[in-house]
């Protein structure tokens, strides 16, 4: 590649930010390159978003097939193979690869592997520099008209707890267990050691979750927290919370992990096959030469205004090293009005309380806006509506009938303020609220939408009803 080539965009960092804003800026005329040390597609395409999901469809294929009784359904015998589930779990990354580097291909993006990092601008040039580390050690300068960071993050750990990637893992290391443990103690009941404690589970093995905090799931409404930690319970996964592991109490005796965490006065002794650490993610913003360029970091993240713009005008930063929300389907978001600031298009501003989250446990978790308590801290006058799903046909067809739908709504102006919602494909179905958010509808203009019957989307209408004391099967 010619290192005197000069672009209009590059982005550094090619996971679910880079590389859709990339395509994106290409369509729309730009000259784009992505910078990308490993593979583009990033965290979630290669050690998160994707390869979980996919052995959570296998453990619920297998969890389904154990329960396929109760159908009339005789499977006397069902077992399964990891390796195969994890075969599987490649295949389906490799093709979103490939794909990604097909629609890079197709739209003129250049793809340039190494590790990037930023270099001050000469004082005689308006374009920002990029010195490239390729893999055979050679280093190349890149030169750009403007940057977008999207480097991503990582797993953290607790201090004095050290990863060794066999005993103690993160969510990265335990993508390859092959095979599966008997036992797991999940530290963190968040999404991502949520979602592990609901797959590994349902494959068998005996999982124990210890969360420092009063609730799993503490960032959703308290009723759906509330009911996931009953579902969880009743599924005989050991749910611990308002406990503190004691890092320097771990210990590894004859192929068992021992550890120690405070639980009150109590001191809670706990001993598993492997520890799994899920207790958040740390951004990537080390060694990528944010000190060369007036770029202003707070509390670990990438300060930027609502255009994505950092304190130097000339470089953005979108997805989990700004902290905002870390999705992915936000960092893809944001890259695309990153790009459109870039080309003067002024796009509006993000509003991240109409952006949808997902939780893939089994019973789904789905949610946007603000709980009820966040509504009522912030002084709104609010009115909720709720349905159990034991109360939906299409949930009794399905056997599925754990959930709830909740939707929290000013009581004055019946704008939507927040759903909640807990049960089978509420990762598919929050996305009509998203749009009545969006769109500014009210409670009551979701509840007259007619719905097609049975569906669990029927749950969402009565919901909506609920909202005014006037839901029917409720």
């Known amino acids: 590649m010619n290192s005197n080539n000069i672009y209009d965009l590059v982005f550094l960092g090619g996971g679910p930010g880079g590389y859709v804003g990339a395509i994106h800026a290409a369509q729309i005329g730009l000259k784009v390159a992505v910078i990308e040390k490993d593979k583009v597609g990033g965290v979630c395409l290669h050690r998160g978003c994707i390869p979980t999901k996919a052995l959570l469809r296998s453990a619920e294929i297998y969890r389904n097939t154990l329960e396929a009784v109760q159908f009339g359904i005789h499977t006397e015998g069902a077992s399964y193979d990891f390796s195969k589930v994890q075969s599987r779990k490649q295949k389906v990354v490799d093709q979103l690869h490939h794909g990604i580097e097909f629609l890079f291909k197709k739209n003129n993006v250049t793809l340039i592997h190494g590790y990037g990092e930023i270099l001050a601008k000469p004082n005689d040039s308006d374009l920002q520099q990029l010195q490239v580390e390729m893999e055979s050690g050679e280093k190349i300068v890149v030169k750009t008209k403007k940057i977008i960071i999207g480097t991503g993050s990582r797993p953290k750990s607790l201090p004095g707890l050290t990863v060794d990637g066999e005993f103690i893992m993160t969510s990265d290391e335990a993508l390859e267990m092959n095979p599966l443990p008997k036992s797991v103690i999940i530290i963190g009941g968040g999404v991502i050691g949520m979602e592990w404690a609901s797959m590994l589970h349902d494959f068998g093995v005996e999982v124990t979750v210890i969360e420092f905090l009063p609730r799993i799931l503490p960032l959703e409404d308290e009723e759906i927290s509330k009911e996931m930690t009953r579902v969880m319970k009743k599924r005989k996964i050991k749910i611990y919370t308002n406990s503190a592991v004691l890092p320097e109490s771990v210990r590894i005796i004859d192929n068992q992990v021992e550890l120690n965490a405070k639980n009150g006065e109590k001191i809670l002794h706990f001993s598993s096959e492997k520890i799994l650490v899920s207790v958040g993610r740390q951004a990537n913003i080390e060694r990528i030469g944010l000190e060369h360029v007036n770029v202003e970091v707070e509390k670990?993240?990438?300060?930027?205004?609502?255009?994505?713009?950092?304190?130097?005008?000339?470089?953005?930063?979108?997805?989990?090293?700004?902290?905002?929300?870390?999705?992915?389907?936000?960092?893809?978001?944001?890259?695309?009005?990153?790009?459109?600031?870039?080309?003067?298009?002024?796009?509006?501003?993000?509003?991240?309380?109409?952006?949808?989250?997902?939780?893939?446990?089994?019973?789904?978790?789905?949610?946007?806006?603000?709980?009820?308590?966040?509504?009522?801290?912030?002084?709104?006058?609010?009115?909720?509506?709720?349905?159990?799903?034991?109360?939906?046909?299409?949930?009794?067809?399905?056997?599925?009938?754990?959930?709830?739908?909740?939707?929290?709504?000013?009581?004055?102006?019946?704008?939507?303020?927040?759903?909640?919602?807990?049960?089978?494909?509420?990762?598919?179905?929050?996305?009509?609220?998203?749009?009545?958010?969006?769109?500014?509808?009210?409670?009551?203009?979701?509840?007259?939408?007619?719905?097609?019957?049975?569906?669990?989307?029927?749950?969402?209408?009565?919901?909506?009803?609920?909202?005014?004391?006037?839901?029917?099967?409720?």
């Open 300 to 474: 670990g993240l990438i300060k930027v205004n609502e255009a994505f713009q950092t304190t130097n005008p000339d470089i953005y930063a979108v997805g989990d090293v700004i902290g905002r929300l870390q999705l992915a389907h936000v960092a893809s978001h944001e890259a695309i009005l990153a790009v459109d600031h870039i080309a003067g298009k002024n796009p509006d501003p993000i509003d991240y309380l109409a952006i949808p989250r997902a939780t893939f446990t089994s019973p789904e978790v789905a949610s946007l806006g603000l709980t009820e308590l966040e509504a009522r801290d912030k002084g709104y006058e609010v009115k909720v509506g709720k349905f159990q799903l034991r109360g939906n046909g299409k949930a009794l067809i399905h056997g599925e009938v754990d959930g709830v739908i909740k939707i929290v709504a000013d009581k004055i102006t019946g704008e939507i303020l927040g759903v909640h919602m807990m049960g089978p494909h509420v990762t598919d179905m929050i996305t009509e609220t998203a749009v009545a958010k969006v769109i500014g509808a009210t409670a009551s203009q979701v509840a007259y939408t007619v719905h097609p019957h049975p569906t669990l989307s029927e749950a969402i209408m009565e919901a909506g009803h609920d909202v005014n004391d006037e839901a029917i099967h409720a």
